[in-house]
């Protein structure tokens, strides 16, 4: 019987010391669960601009115009060609003969449509003389060959301008550019007659100025040619058949744009 307190006693003292650990659990395990409360965030503070940025003056300055509401694709064009005259001085050499060297000046006059197309007349005077070949030949064989010098050219072209673009010139400047594709027609006058003659070709210009610019052009001409007799004796003068005259003319010049309509850009 003296063993039953002491039972009795242990008992109690167990369920003590559980009933006083649950609620110090429960309530830790209640703060794990609570959501964590958030750090204070910093404010920024945006600072304020004086002044409204101005778009249309900035179009203006950076951008392409035209009668079109988008923008254009190519920035700060320097100059404007629409619905302007062109006139052009021109100089340059015709390779149409093994047996001449052949070099030419004349000029041109041209309208702008628009930015892109344009119509141009022009012609040149040529000035033949004997090649080194023709020289050789005629000093060791003591004759000469059947060679037809030009005369002069005139014609008429249309110039599609497809590229524009800027150059850097040795990091100090900034030169503005147009390359063109030209197509054409006109009449070449050789020394056995006239002959109409087409032609194609590239070119490019080196604007200066709003106003003038440096243009270098290559052309390829054909026409079909007579040929008349200066080798054979008893035939001397007479047309001894036709050939197909290829004719390959570079040209290099100055055109200065007129604005007759007040065109021009603010």
């Known amino acids: ?41 910093p404010e920024v ?40 005259f062109e006139l052009g001085f021109l100089g340059g050499i015709t390779s149409s003969d093994p047996f001449l060297n052949v070099t030419q000046t004349g000029g041109s006059l041209g309208f702008h449509f628009s930015e892109y197309f344009a119509l ?8 033949t003389r004997n090649s080194s070949a023709l020289n050789t030949f005629e000093e060791k064989m003591g004759a000469t060959t ?29 030169m503005y550019y147009d390359m063109h594709v030209l197509a054409g027609a006109g009449t070449t006058a050789t020394e056995s007659g006239k002959y109409t003659t087409p032609h194609f070709g590239v070119g490019q210009q080196v604007y200066m100025n709003k106003a003038l610019s440096i ?35 570079v040209t290099i010049g100055f055109d200065i744009l007129i604005d007759a309509f007040g065109s021009s850009e603010k």
């Open 45 to 84: 503070q945006v600072p304020s601009f004086a002044g409204k940025v101005n778009v249309d003056s900035i179009k203006e300055k950076y951008w392409a115009q035209g009668n079109e509401t988008e923008l254009g694709v190519v920035q700060n064009r320097a100059y404007s060609k629409a619905r302007k």
């Open 120 to 127: 141009h007349l022009f012609g040149w005077k040529s000035f």
């Open 146 to 174: 059947n060679y037809n010098a030009p005369r002069w050219y005139w014609g008429a072209e249309g110039s599609a301008s497809l590229i524009y673009g800027k150059l850097s010139f040795v990091g100090k400047a900034i």
């Open 1 to 41: 019987m003296s063993m039953l307190p002491k039972l009795v006693g242990i008992v109690v003292t167990v369920f003590l010391a559980s009933a006083t650990a649950a609620p110090a659990g429960a309530a830790e395990r209640a703060q794990k669960s609570a959501p964590a409360t958030p750090l204070a965030t």
């Open 215 to 249: 243009r270098l052009d290559y052309r390829m001409m054909g026409y079909r040619e007579m040929i008349v007799e200066k080798v054979v004796p008893t035939s001397l003068g007479k047309n001894i058949g036709q050939r197909t005259n290829w004719t390959h003319a």
